[in-house]
């Protein structure tokens, strides 16, 4: 199935945070990034609410990441998209997926696949390290069908090699800082597409959105560059518009470390108390987005 591309159309960004946690100054960056991207451009931002963790998701934070935005001044389209809202559109998604033949059950737990990587003399590494070895890949039929029965827990995989075999020519997209990029879906091995506790997982969800929303840039923090190649993978097997994308560095903290919702000091809402105001904020994070070093 050969994918279709955007078309040439205003500029449609999106900010996806999920609701597990107050968000901190890296997620005002990388809103900020998306927002001032489609306002330069006369075009539309969008907030999406990923809310896809059960376990870990909470309203209050939903509540809290409108009030922080709004603080910083950002303004977006409403109705907000919600995952849990469109849970039909991801299992319709899955069921096209499973009629190509290209997913397969997993049985594994994490211990098992950390086990079998500690006797592998050549377990698969991929950017961010080792990756699935594929062990449930090649199990028979009848074998899946017996440990379903039997009420084995499992997710699904995307078999990577099959499922690139039935994309048509060359798999690329085009990043706006690195131009045009071959995708090598390869790199993150056979992904879960979709487990027991969280339904559809992240990397699926994420293509069915920004083709249903009808967004054409996507810009996201670096450590998603390498998602990237298989959510490509995932839009040529669908059939879905293809959009550009743009990756920022991340920010780090004074010690290096990448900020994280654990650390209260630096949440939007701990600097408000502090007495930061938003044009305080907003002036340091236009001076980020114009800076080299995090462009």
């Known amino acids: 199935m050969k994918p279709s591309a955007v078309a040439s159309s205003p500029v449609v960004t999106r900010f996806a945070p999920s609701p597990t946690g107050y968000l901190h100054v890296g997620h005002a960056y990388s809103a900020f990034f998306a927002y ?4 330069n451009a006369g075009g ?11 376990g870990r998701c909470r309203p209050e934070f939903v509540t809290a990441i409108r009030e922080d935005l709004h603080w910083l001044g950002l303004v977006w389209e409403e109705p907000v998209r919600r995952q849990t809202e469109h849970l039909s559109e991801y299992a319709a998604a899955l069921d096209r997926l499973q009629d190509m033949g290209v997913l397969y059950p997993c049985f594994c737990t994490r211990r098992d696949i950390a086990r079998e990587i500690a006797e592998s003399q050549q377990a698969p590494h991929g950017p961010d390290g080792h990756i699935y070895p594929g062990t449930c890949r090649d199990l028979l039929r009848f074998e899946r069908q017996r440990r379903i029965e039997a009420g084995e827990p499992y997710a699904l995989r995307l078999d990577v090699a099959k499922a690139r075999r039935l994309v048509e020519g060359d798999l690329a997209f085009t990043d706006r800082k690195r131009g045009r ?19 559809v997982s992240y990397n699926l969800a994420v293509v069915v959105d920004d083709a249903a929303q009808g967004v054409t840039l996507v810009t996201r923090g670096a450590d ?14 669908l059939g879905l518009p293809v959009p550009e994308y743009e990756h920022h560095s991340l920010l780090v903290d004074e010690a290096g470390k990448r900020f994280a919702k654990r650390d209260r000091a630096k949440t939007l809402r701990a600097l408000r108390e502090s007495g930061t105001t938003s044009r305080d904020l907003r002036r340091l994070l236009a001076q980020w987005r114009r800076s080299p070093e995090f462009l």
């Open 36 to 39: 001032e991207a489609a306002m």
């Open 44 to 54: 539309r931002f969008l907030l999406r609410i990923d809310d896809l963790d059960k």
């Open 181 to 199: 990029v071959e995708a090598q879906p390869e790199l993150l091995g056979d992904v879960v597409v979709a487990r027991k506790d969280l339904g």
């Open 224 to 237: 998603l560059f390498h998602a990237t190649h298989v959510q490509r993978l995932l839009q040529a097997l």
